[in-house]
């Protein structure tokens, strides 16, 4: 952060226009109800400029106009409240509406007051933790004024939460946008519409995994030994995954508190052992029973773990716990990881038909999205960026599996089809 200057006001010239409000920002870390007032002398505060630099975005869906946050502005590795104070005088004619939009990018969610009176935001500030939703574009109506010069003190009560702790992150780190009420709604369609782009992928997917899994079910049908309860699973599973990243920004059903819980303490460790034993019975490696166990005993081992080491479980707890938490995580995601890789390459070596290695192909597609932690260590790309919008590795890797696995479980079905109930039991034992 810069060293205090002198306050001093923007002044803005608008027609029928936008303006983001880059700065200069006066910002303190900390809490106090009176540093909404408009008569608060805010001049002892740190300046900050939110001034992107050209072409700038950010790295998860491309949205324009990124700054790193407060973490690389010196005060790294701090969590919970600042505010951002800014008095703005806007020129505009009398009768024109004015209206802000809110920033599209906040770690991890904020407070709007104008001239001391809250606006609304993108959580409940309640009690001493707020509840965190996705920031998601908004638009805030500015009170009107009977002259053509309006003066505004706009101030963002910001909390970060630890879950959203990071080298680059902490505050506000894309700028509100102020002007005439038409212009500040064409905006917000635009930046609701790189929002849409950004998790589209994400809403597409899973329904595309529930088809799969209805698929699957005609398999079960089929009067076999084979058992493909677990590949159900697994895709239904993997459906849920992808779908809360979508309810989670795109909407007000998931806190950030639950969608973690939800994704990192129960649905990834869940989702790794049910892909893990899907692939072990779709390749028939049950004959081996210690290999179920295993699987299991890791899940569990994952899940318990994972629930410690969330910053929101006994959050007083001394660091070396969590990190403890961490490792034994790590070592149980590489666990999955070579149990994975052995199921696979066994699987196929045990049998060496093509399906198998269509099989194979699917299952390394799938364990690209699984162990996307992993290959980010080896330093695989993890997110590209065509026509300004981000699409990350899985998502690739999961769109080329969708068609695979569908041509997979037509063959299979063509091949039980094709043969007597007494050679779909020899197949299966």
């Known amino acids: 952060m810069a060293s205090a200057e002198p306050a001093r006001m923007v002044h803005i010239a608008l027609g029928h226009s936008t303006a983001p409000l880059n700065g200069p920002w006066r910002f303190q870390i900390g809490d106090d109800?009176?540093?909404?007032?408009?008569?608060?002398?805010?001049?002892?505060?740190?300046?900050?400029?939110?001034?992107?630099?050209?072409?700038?975005?950010?790295?998860?869906?491309?949205?324009?106009?990124?700054?790193?946050?407060?973490?690389?502005?010196?005060?790294?590795?701090?969590?919970?409240y600042a505010w951002y104070r800014m008095k703005v005088s806007v020129d505009a004619a009398t009768d024109a509406p004015l209206a802000l939009a809110g920033p599209t990018l906040v770690d991890s969610t904020y407070e709007l007051y104008i001239d001391g009176e809250s606006l609304g935001g993108s959580g409940i500030f309640r009690g001493a933790t707020p509840t965190v939703f996705g920031v998601r574009p908004s638009v805030f109506p500015l009170p009107a004024s009977p002259t053509s010069t309006r003066t505004y003190v706009i101030a963002f009560r910001v909390w970060m939460d630890?879950?959203?702790?990071?080298?680059?992150?902490?505050?506000?780190?894309?700028?509100?946008?102020?002007?005439?009420a038409a212009g500040i709604d064409l905006l917000h369609q635009v930046q609701w519409l790189q929002t849409f782009k950004g998790y589209v992928v994400d809403a597409i997917e899973p329904i595309a995994f529930v088809l799969l899994a209805l698929m699957v079910f005609g398999l079960m049908a089929c009067r076999t030994r084979d058992s493909y309860g677990w590949l159900a699973a697994a895709l239904f599973l993997l459906a849920l995954l992808r779908?809360?990243?979508?309810?989670?920004?795109?909407?007000?059903?998931?806190?950030?508190?639950?969608?973690?819980?939800?994704?990192?303490?129960?649905?990834?460790?869940?989702?790794?052992?049910a892909w893990t034993m899907a692939w072990r019975h779709w390749f028939r490696l049950d004959k081996y029973p210690k290999l179920g166990h295993i699987i299991g005993a890791l899940a569990v081992i994952y899940l318990a773990f994972a629930w410690i080491s969330r910053p929101w479980f006994a959050p007083d707890a001394t660091g070396g716990l969590k990190g403890a938490a961490d490792i034994v995580i790590e070592g149980a995601r590489l666990a999955f990881a070579a149990l994975y890789l052995w199921i696979v390459a066994f699987g196929v070596l045990r049998s060496a038909r093509p399906s198998s290695y269509m099989a194979a192909l699917c299952a390394t597609l799938v364990g690209i999205g699984l162990f996307a932690t992993e290959l980010n260590a080896l330093g695989v790309p993890g997110i590209w960026f065509p026509y300004g919008t981000g699409v990350a590795r899985g998502q690739y890797a999961y769109a080329a599996f969708i068609p695979l696995m569908f041509v997979l479980i037509v063959v299979r079905s063509v091949g039980y089809a094709r043969s007597s109930p007494s050679e779909r039991q020899v197949a299966g034992s």
């Open 33 to 80: 109800p009176h540093w909404s007032s408009p008569d608060f002398d805010d001049r002892s505060w740190e300046a900050v400029d939110l001034t992107p630099a050209p072409g700038a975005h950010d790295g998860d869906v491309g949205l324009p106009g990124y700054v790193s946050g407060w973490s690389r502005r010196g005060h790294a590795g701090y969590t919970g």
């Open 162 to 180: 630890p879950l959203d702790a990071g080298e680059d992150n902490g505050g506000i780190h894309v700028a509100p946008v102020i002007g005439d």
């Open 243 to 273: 779908a809360h990243q979508v309810l989670f920004y795109w909407t007000d059903v998931l806190s950030l508190r639950c969608y973690d819980t939800l994704t990192t303490v129960i649905l990834r460790p869940l989702t790794l052992a």
